[in-house]
């Protein structure tokens, strides 16, 4: 089996709202729009692509039509701590700010206007415990 393509979906109440957070925040290039479905596209990779679906349309299935819950959204950055500026100067809701984790990545949390959780992450050092765990 060859896979030719996959991406994330997420369902919202608020599609223009949730297409423009993340226009704003990340540059996601707009591919389709319409008032049903919004198609992006990351700006230097049009490989990396996100979905926004109105939860209440037709396509959707009534039993998954719930707000978003047990799920993320990871997007790995250069530098964690210029969308922690954006974001804060844009007045977003970061759940956590910006921090070490120990597996190696700096990562912040944030949600988007319908309540998705949004990992933004970049790369750190792991700590030294973790390293010699993996010998």
Do not use: N
């Not at 679906?53 to 701590?81: C, N, Q, S, W, Y």
């Not at 990562?107 to 933004?120: C, E, F, K, N, Y």
């Amino acid at each position: 089996m060859t896979i030719r393509r996959a991406f994330v979906t997420i369902f919202s109440d608020k599609l223009e709202s949730v297409r423009d957070f993340y226009v704003k925040l990340f540059g996601w290039r707009v591919d389709f729009d319409s008032d049903w479905f919004v198609h992006l596209q990351a700006p230097e990779d049009a490989s990396i692509e996100l979905g926004i679906l109105r939860r209440d349309h037709e396509i959707v299935p009534e039993a998954f039509r719930a707000a978003p819950a047990g799920a993320m959204i990871t997007i790995v950055v250069p530098d964690v701590e210029v969308v922690h500026q954006l974001a804060s100067a844009q007045g977003l809701p970061i759940v956590e700010a910006p921090r070490d984790l120990f597996y190696g990545q700096r990562r912040m949390l944030l949600r988007d206007p319908d309540g998705t959780l949004v990992d933004v992450s970049s790369e750190c050092s792991p700590s030294p415990e973790f390293l010699a765990s993996l010998k």
